[in-house]
């Protein structure tokens, strides 16, 4: 006889043994010599595997997520530095014949390159958000896009314009040319572009960073939810 009624193990009548069902000899053999229990282990393990590697790529993500928002934050600080939009002495040598001359300019080159900076960190500051799931950053993110779209017939006058991805594309030839004074409404002055996007990109940081079990202390440094608490079982 290859099984066993279950219910006598239990001193159960067979008039109840429906109840329990039986099981095959091989099977309670495993079950006495613990077979199940490690296989159960094994498969708890398993899982347990599987969802810190999920936690593991939760973190990178938010992590990079914070970075490139704050990466975005210190360039938008950046283009409201006073001193970028301050004419300045500029030296220039002829190359065919050696003659130095100075003249009084803004230094195009140094706008160029900040403007392309804060370009480039905008849309990699989108390109994490869109694969995050977290409120917070997406929220603030949408808020962002929503802010700049406000700006978007300035910013063409300067040679940078909103693709339909909501992506920012700077036409250095067009930015050299443009006016100054436009430049600094969208970037030096008091509620300008610059100065929502910083702030919206400390917003996307701190949602990032509150989400991955940080968050900010009164004097602007990070700590972690659950120190002191034991992640020991």
């Known amino acids: 006889m290859s099984s066993f009624d ?5 001193g159960t009548s067979s008039s109840n043994s429906s109840s329990y069902g039986t099981i095959s000899l091989s099977e309670y053999a495993s079950i006495k010599n613990g077979s199940y229990a490690k296989l159960a282990k094994a498969y708890y393990a398993e899982e347990d595997t599987k969802a810190k590697a999920e936690d593991s790529d939760s973190d990178t993500k938010l992590t990079s997520i914070r970075s490139g928002a704050d990466s975005l934050k210190e ?10 939009w301050e004419k300045k002495t500029i030296k220039s040598v002829n190359e065919e014949t050696g003659e130095e001359t100075e ?10 390159k900040a403007v392309e900076k804060f370009a480039d960190a905008y849309n990699s500051t989108l390109d994490n958000a869109v694969d995050s799931d977290t409120k917070g950053v997406l929220l603030n993110a949408g808020w962002m896009v929503g802010n700049t779209s ?11 314009t909103i693709g339909s991805d909501n992506k920012l594309s700077v036409d250095e030839e067009a930015l050299k040319k443009a006016d100054v004074n436009t430049l600094k409404v969208l970037f030096s002055n ?6 929502d996007v910083s702030s919206k990109a400390s917003s996307i ?8 079990g940080t968050t900010y202390t009164s004097d602007g440094t990070i700590s972690s939810l659950y120190e002191g608490f034991s992640t020991e079982v």
């Open 6 to 10: 279950i219910s006598s193990m239990l």
């Open 103 to 112: 003249t009084t300019d803004y230094d195009w080159d140094a706008i160029t």
């Open 205 to 212: 940081s701190r949602a990032a960073a509150n989400a991955g």
């Open 190 to 195: 008091t509620n300008s572009l610059a100065d």
């Open 75 to 84: 360039a938008a600080d950046a283009l409201q530095d006073k001193s970028l």
């Open 150 to 160: 406000k700006f978007q017939n300035l910013l063409s006058d300067v040679g940078i």
